[in-house]
């Protein structure tokens, strides 16, 4: 299992993944799912994956090919991140239909999934989710963060605090903080940590970190949001028991 997160803001992207592919009483595998196709000073592609990994690396395999041999379309010749999402979401269907049938046979999984996040001249900072069959949809104004892999233990904060007009510095926070939350319930996501940040019509990613087991700002930040949640719950009043105790079944009843 993976965790991968895309943020889209006014003010441009952040992209975080882990980099956790197998875990286990005794055995525990890394591989890194956070990728920088850039053209710097031209356009900015940044790509995360989750799922079946031979099945992602094939299809990043793909994508660095048709780059070196210049072969048309590729990553920096595509006019719009939109036809880039349908063209990464291509080269992952023809890497399925070639492995499909052995996969299928053992009875492997091998769905997969992308992040695309990026900006183009002419356009604003855009970010997709790309499916395992070749579609994508974006993220938006209304919701402004996308999530593949294992993304229900670290998705509360990012509904409570993020919106379109968060500073970017702040949304690389939250996105770290989301990723802890994840690595603190499920043992399937671990370090180490991948996170880019992208300034709007920069065209260049200045901010980029890999946040390796121990490093000390994921073990303060741990720190730090567990002494806060638990302020946080103190300061939550009780259950006002008396004030229900003797309220009528009928007023107290829900539709059924």
């Known amino acids: 299992m993976t965790y991968c997160l895309g943020i889209v803001t006014t003010h441009g992207l952040v992209m975080a993944a882990d980099s956790r592919t197998n875990a286990g009483v005794d055995y525990i595998s890394t591989h890194q799912k956070l990728f920088d196709f850039s053209q710097p000073g031209e356009r900015v592609i940044l790509i995360s994956t989750a799922g079946n990994l031979s099945v992602t690396q094939g299809t990043l395999t793909l994508l660095r090919r048709d780059l070196i041999a ?15 999402a349908r063209y990464i979401g291509a080269k992952a269907r023809e890497i399925q239909e070639q492995d499909r049938p052995w996969l299928e046979k053992d ?12 900006q183009l001249p002419g356009e604003e ?5 790309i499916y395992s069959q070749g579609n994508c949809i974006q993220a938006s ?3 402004p963060f996308l ?35 994840t690595m603190k319930s499920n043992i399937s996501v671990g370090p180490p940590i991948n996170l880019m940040m992208y300034e709007k019509d920069s065209f260049k990613v200045r901010y980029e970190l890999k946040l390796k087991l121990g490093a000390p700002y994921l073990a303060k930040i741990r720190r730090l949001w567990e002494i806060s949640l638990n302020e946080a719950f103190e ?16 007023l107290g009843a829900t539709d059924q």
């Open 125 to 129: 900072p855009m970010l997709y989710l």
């Open 235 to 250: 300061r939550m009043p009780d259950v006002d028991w008396e004030n229900y105790l003797n309220v009528p079944e009928e």
């Open 147 to 181: 999530q593949i892999g294992e993304a229900k233990y670290g998705k509360p904060i990012l509904d409570r605090i993020l919106t379109f007009e968060t500073p970017l510095e702040a949304a690389a926070k939250c996105a770290l903080l989301s990723i802890d939350s």
């Open 107 to 118: 009875h492997i999984d091998f769905q997969c999934s992308f992040l695309l996040g990026g």
């Open 70 to 84: 210049k072969a048309e379309p590729n990553l920096h010749t595509l006019p719009t991140l939109y036809e880039i």
């Open 141 to 143: 104004k209304d919701t």
